[in-house]
């Protein structure tokens, strides 16, 4: 008869999050994992498989709960500027809380593993694609509510608000002064207004 776990694997995922986050793929070793999770190597090889399968499980489960909460405001059936502008907003407040110098997971591995991994590769494309929907979804509805300009090209739009919210993200991780993130977010902003009725 099998031994009933003595852990539970989103609980895990969520410290493997964290750590993966403070320091990246490659700069975190079997054994840190090992005692950040608390369980010892074969349990863990034996739920998630090589490092690697555990940086995607990692991924996917910060796909899911993390970013749901984070994008939470463009992601609204209802979703317009309002929305949009409070997710700048969000990622702005981040460089100057406990998620400074931690970013967001994705970005990071963006940054480190997008070009050098299928299974990386993935999961950032899958963001990338989320993010830029999102944002073509508020904007659509912002120009029926008559906040965006008819003649407003939306994807290009969602393309330059998806791009520059990564690399806000990358500021937060880069630890960039405070006053530079959050400048950087109402500029980005500011595109809005230069495409709203009569601007």
Same mark, same amino acid.
């Given at each position: 008869m099998s031994r009933a776990k003595q852990y539970d694997r989103e609980e895990l995922l969520d410290r493997a999050v964290e750590l993966f986050r403070r320091q990246g793929f490659n700069g975190t070793s079997t054994t840190e994992l090992v005692e950040e999770l608390g369980v010892n190597r074969k349990s863990m090889n034996a739920e998630f498989g090589s490092k690697q399968e555990l940086f995607e499980a990692t991924l996917e489960r910060y796909s899911q709960k993390h970013l749901s909460i984070v994008l939470a405001p463009i992601e609204q059936p209802n979703a317009g500027v309002t929305a949009i502008r409070k997710a700048f907003a969000s990622y702005a407040s981040a460089s100057e809380g406990p998620f400074r110098g931690r970013g967001c997971l994705m970005c990071n591995t963006a940054v480190e593993r997008g070009p050098l991994d299928p299974g990386s590769r993935r999961y950032v494309t899958a963001y990338?694609?989320?993010?830029? &929907? %999102?944002?073509?979804? !508020?904007?659509?509805?912002?120009?029926? &509510? %008559?906040?965006?300009? !008819?003649?407003?090209?939306?994807?290009?739009?969602?393309?330059f608000l998806t791009t520059t919210l990564i690399g806000v993200a990358a500021c937060v991780r880069a630890e960039a002064p405070v006053e530079q993130v959050q400048a950087a977010s109402r500029v980005a902003t500011s595109v809005l207004d230069a495409h709203a009725p009569g601007a």
């Open positions: 990338f694609e989320r993010l830029t &929907a %999102g944002f073509g979804r !508020a904007l659509e509805n912002a120009r029926r &509510a %008559g906040d965006i300009d !008819a003649d407003a090209d939306l994807d290009e739009l969602a393309s």
